[in-house]
Structure formats: structure tokens, C-alpha cells
């Protein structure tokens, strides 16, 4: 009885805490597995509604993962036929206890190639309830190198891509970071996949010392000699999600959301 006890309690913590023991997504909140939270027009509503996605980074040093809901529903304020849902990529956690099935494989690596396909599935799956006319997303840091391989790797699934802060080629940015390259997918590996029309858009902070500039320019300019209509924008700011970084990623999902 006194290990069961003692079991429970450390069960409960977990919940309490958002750790491991969080509580798994389900229902209306959750798609392939992951849980999001969706702002805007309602599933079955009849709308042919554009479905925008925020995707969050690494948040490497712990805790939730859902800053990028307040984006979510800014976005979705004030735009009609718009639902605005913010993903949380697998093994990751909200504030409310929600949790993504899936490991975030210690908060390293984590947009490996089963990662990247929960996400491309969970965004079908929210294209279909939706019955969303068109896909535009929007990622931060690790989130955008996971947006950057779907986008490529399932073609068509996502109509404007926005990367921000995006370690856009593995390589590069692990021998930055003093780190080997893991399990991650390289998005730049994938841009032979998306197809002609897409408009993409990079952009990073100059003072950026993680993902640095230079990584979003240099697959800027991959993107552009395949002929897509792509961009690259150096704004004020390190590598958090916030300040002219937000504002000039936001309205470059908006120029797409339509």
C-alpha cells in the first residue's frame, strides 16, 4: 500500500507540474495525436475557412509549450473564414496539463523524421475537419525546421510557409552550436518538394545567435533559383518569438492567409 501511495502521489505531481504524467489529448482538441488549440471559425460550420498554423520551437529549457496560442488568436480576431490553431509538436505539454503523444526526445533533435510526419498527419487531419480551402503556417525555431520538411515532403499540404528563426540547414547549424548533426531533417533537403507558386518567407533576428541569418538566407536563395517566391527578412531582435520578429512574421502569414 505504501508504494502505491507513493506511486499516486508521483503521478499526480506530474499532472500538477505539466510533466510526463500531463494529460493526453483527446476529442476536438486533439488531431493525429497532438493536442492543439484552435481560435475562429468552428468545425462544420459551413465556412471554407483558410486553416492557419503556429507550430512552437525546442523551448529547450522546459516547462509548456504553448506561447504561440496568444498568436494564434490574435490572428484569428478580425479575420472571417479564418481558423487559427496552434500545434504542440510531439511529447510536448500546455500550461492546462494537454499533453501531444510522442516523445520530444529530451528537447534535442526533435524534428526528426517520425516527429515531422505526426505533424504533416495532424495537419491533414485538421485541413479535412475544418474543411479548410487552403493551408497557411507559421514556425518558430524547431518548428520551423519541422514546417520546412512537411511542406516538402508532402506536397501541397501547405500553401504559404512563414520560417522563423529557422535552423534551415542541420548541418550548418549544429557545427555552429559546437554540436554533430542528429536525427533532425534538414528543411533545405526537402525544397525540391514544394511546389511552384508557394510563397515563403524567412525571417530572423540580426542579433540571432542560434539560428543565425545567414541560414535563412542561405535557403532563401536555394528557394529562389528553384524559382519559388521566396523571401528572406532580417529584422530587429535575437532568436525569441516577440517584438518586430512576431509582428513581421505575422503579417507575412496574413499576406498569404487569403
Not at 489529448?25 to 498554423?53: I, T
Not at 525555431?141 to 519541422?146: D, F, I, L, R
Amino acid at each position: 500500500m505504501k508504494r502505491v501511495g507513493i506511486t499516486l502521489l508521483a503521478a499526480l505531481a506530474g499532472v500538477l507540474s505539466g510533466g510526463a504524467g500531463a494529460l493526453a489529448c483527446e476529442g476536438d482538441k486533439c488531431a493525429n495525436g497532438l493536442a492543439y488549440e484552435a481560435f475562429g471559425a468552428a468545425p462544420g460550420s459551413g465556412a471554407r475557412p483558410v486553416l492557419a498554423v503556429f507550430v512552437h520551437g525546442d523551448v529547450s529549457a522546459g516547462g509548456p509549450a504553448d506561447y504561440m496560442y496568444n498568436y494564434a488568436r490574435q490572428f484569428a480576431a478580425g479575420r472571417k473564414d479564418v481558423v487559427a490553431v496552434a500545434l504542440l509538436r510531439p511529447g510536448y505539454y500546455d500550461r492546462t496539463g494537454h499533453r501531444s503523444a510522442g516523445s520530444d526526445n529530451g528537447r534535442r533533435d526533435t524534428f526528426h523524421s517520425g516527429n515531422n510526419s505526426a505533424v504533416a498527419g495532424a495537419i491533414r487531419e485538421l485541413k479535412q475537419r475544418y474543411g479548410a480551402r487552403s493551408v497557411v503556417a507559421l514556425g518558430h525555431s524547431g518548428g520551423a525546421g519541422t514546417l520546412g520538411v512537411v511542406a516538402g515532403n508532402s506536397p501541397g499540404l501547405i500553401n504559404g510557409l512563414v520560417l522563423v528563426s529557422c535552423p534551415c540547414d542541420v548541418a550548418a547549424w549544429s557545427a555552429s552550436r559546437g554540436r554533430r548533426p542528429g536525427a533532425a531533417q534538414s528543411p533545405g533537403d526537402y525544397l525540391s518538394g514544394i511546389p511552384g507558386g508557394t510563397p515563403i518567407v524567412a525571417v530572423t533576428g540580426q542579433s540571432d545567435d542560434n539560428t543565425r541569418p545567414e541560414l535563412a538566407a542561405d535557403y532563401i536563395a536555394k528557394a529562389q533559383a528553384r524559382g519559388l517566391p521566396a523571401k528572406v527578412q532580417i529584422v530587429g531582435g535575437g532568436h525569441g518569438f516577440g517584438g518586430a520578429l512576431a509582428g513581421t512574421s505575422m503579417s507575412a502569414l496574413g499576406a498569404m492567409a487569403r
